[in-house]
């Protein structure tokens, strides 16, 4: 039985190792620091889609900026409101409330990112005319990562131990110092550990900034908020059409390993965070 | 005062404490948590200083009635009092009336922080500020714990034993120099000796304010001395001093309790 159960799992374990050393392979013509550093922006004009395709070689510095921008920006913007709910489902939510508001979060993690791209193209696209933009990609992406913020969040609060709460309050501690003092210095590695995980998230996210915040070539650094970027996600997208230049392909797999590779630090940090919780 | 028609109360020579001017007073206190009755008007009062004990079977309601005089639950009926003054319009609020009223939990919940911070964590900012090592060293050794940690006051809380940890919860309460002490079986899991030092603190604390102990030990009441309460079922049954309360039970239930550690008062 429990070779027959191990099989089964054998997959599970095998494909992602497997992907990550294709992905890896596939990229390592391309790959060098060279690359990673570059910038692509001056190597063609902006909108020349397949002049640039064709450079693609020269760098991905904007796009690595880029993407790392947009993630910042929807972190800056969720993370608050995360705390927020976070904290009133364990302030002032009746049992009900709470019931419903863990279903919505729910209900909102499964939602498809592409939906909520669309939302973001009619609202803030066209009906509050941001342009495409990385406050528009920000925005988007924070609407993405909220529920999973909020989700951990709440998790990390309801993981406070009842007696230190408890013993809180009976000190007379007011609402605000029992939230500085007692529940954020226990909770802020479970707290951190959401955020890095949502930053993961943030940075693997192609499908709602593709037609609200990026674009393929012609910006180095947005000019302002209401600027648009390239990003790397969607940098691969774009590469990826050109499938009759070898080049270009190279340079999409040496993209997807860059990006696998900032996910990664992410998700590890979580990871070993989660275990200096776990152990403290 | 007015008392359940129910409970037993012995008024004797020898019950001195009951003779005492009373400083808490609870009256006709009524509690339901999930329209399940907790407490079925609860009428006792603790006397100016000296320790009370309460006891009683598990789910007798003596935890949460603790939590009733520090407004920790606030949907219970009934009028409660502290110096006088009804505990629902306390001047400052919870916060206020939780610094006057002490509570120490049964489960020790020292903060992430050190030994010294904790004793004056629920101090204010202010006074967080200023040197506070002479109420630091009065209040950890009012807690018996000072000889213990006076060279390492500086080290992580969570480094201390359970018994050290409880004691350090009793100094943070008593840092807020509260003028009544209530504890919810503040020895239950700790080792005889630290059992034989709290006790000890308890006994020098109760010569200036009134103490309210929760027990599952039916020895360390009788040890406390001081008055008796006795709760089963959400209801006080009996109260009596100590020597009393061991000796000369006066109701069938508290014979029963005290023979066999069960109570039927359906």
């Known amino acids: 039985m429990k070779v027959f159960l191990s ?40 909108g020349n889609l397949f002049g640039d395709a064709a450079n693609a070689g020269h760098g991905l510095w904007s796009q690595i900026s880029g993407s790392l921008l947009m993630m910042l920006l929807a972190c800056l913007l969720a993370a608050p409101i995360a705390l927020s709910i976070a904290l009133f489902h364990a302030l002032w939510a009746s049992p009900r409330q709470q019931r419903m508001l863990i279903t919505l979060l729910q209900v909102l993690q499964g939602i498809p990112p592409i939906v909520y791209g669309l939302c973001g193209l009619v609202l803030l696209i066209h009906l509050l005319h941001w342009g495409i933009s990385l406050a528009a990609g920000g925005v988007i992406l924070a609407v993405v990562i909220l529920p999973l ?42 707290m951190l550990t959401g955020l890095l995980l949502a930053m993961a998230r943030a940075l693997s ?14 910006v180095l650094w947005p000019d302002s908020i209401f600027s648009p970027v390239t990003s790397l996600q969607t940098h691969i997208f774009y590469l990826a059409q050109e499938g ?25 940090s979580a990871r070993l965070l989660r275990r200096y919780e776990e152990s403290s | 005062m007015n008392i359940n028609t129910n409970t037993h109360i012995k008024e004797e020579k020898g019950v001195e404490s009951c003779a005492l001017p009373s400083y808490v007073r609870l009256e006709n206190i009524s ?35 603790l939590r009733c005089l520090t407004n920790l639950y606030d949907n219970w009926q009934g ?54 090592s002479s109420r630091v060293e009065r209040c950890l050794t009012q807690a018996a714990l000072w000889d213990e940690v006076q060279d390492r006051l500086h080290d992580p809380a969570n480094t201390l034993s359970v018994g050290q940890q409880q004691r350090l919860c009793l100094a943070r309460a008593l840092a807020l120099e509260p003028k009544v002490l209530l504890l919810d079986e503040p020895t239950a899991s700790l080792d005889p000796r630290s059992k034989q030092l709290i006790e000890a603190s308890l006994h020098d ?58 109570c039927d008062c359906d």
């Open chain 1, 205 to 218: 996210e192609t499908a709602p900034i593709l037609f609200t915040a990026t674009v393929f070539s012609g």
């Open chain 1, 149 to 190: 913020l909020s989700s951990n969040a709440i998790h990390a609060l309801q993981r406070i131990p009842i007696e230190q709460t408890e013993s809180a309050k009976a000190l007379g501690l007011s609402v605000g110092a029992m939230i500085t003092r007692v529940w954020f210095p226990v909770a802020w590695s479970g």
């Open chain 1, 7 to 46: 099989l089964l799992a054998l997959p599970a374990l095998l494909l992602p190792v497997a992907c990550f050393l294709y992905i890896i392979v596939q990229a390592f013509p391309a790959l060098d620091w060279e690359l990673i550093v570059g910038s692509s922006a001056s190597s063609g004009a902006a």
């Open chain 2, 79 to 132: 009028t409660i009092s502290v110096a006088g003054i009804n505990t629902r319009s306390w001047h400052g609020g919870d916060d206020a009336l939780r610094r006057h009223v002490g509570l120490i939990a049964q489960k020790p919940a020292v903060f992430p922080a050190s030994i010294y911070d904790n004793v004056i964590f629920g101090l204010s900012r202010k006074e967080r500020k200023q040197n506070q």
């Open chain 2, 205 to 262: 604390l109760a010569k200036d304010m009134p103490i309210l102990c929760v027990t599952h030990d039916l020895e360390q009441a009788q040890r406390l001395q001081g008055q008796v309460i006795f709760m089963c079922d959400g209801k006080v049954i009996e109260i009596a001093a100590a020597n009393d309360f061991f000796e000369h039970p006066e109701r069938l239930e508290t014979r029963e309790f005290l023979r066999w550690s069960v």
């Open chain 2, 31 to 65: 509690l339901t948590l999930s329209e399940k009755s907790i407490l079925k008007d609860v009428s006792f009062s603790l006397p100016a200083t000296g320790i009370s004990s309460l006891i009683g079977p598990s789910g007798a309601g003596k935890s949460s009635l």
């Open chain 1, 244 to 268: 009759s230049n070898a080049h270009v392909i190279d340079v999409a797999w040496a993209s997807a390993a860059v990006l696998l590779g900032l996910v990664i630090c992410f998700s590890l």
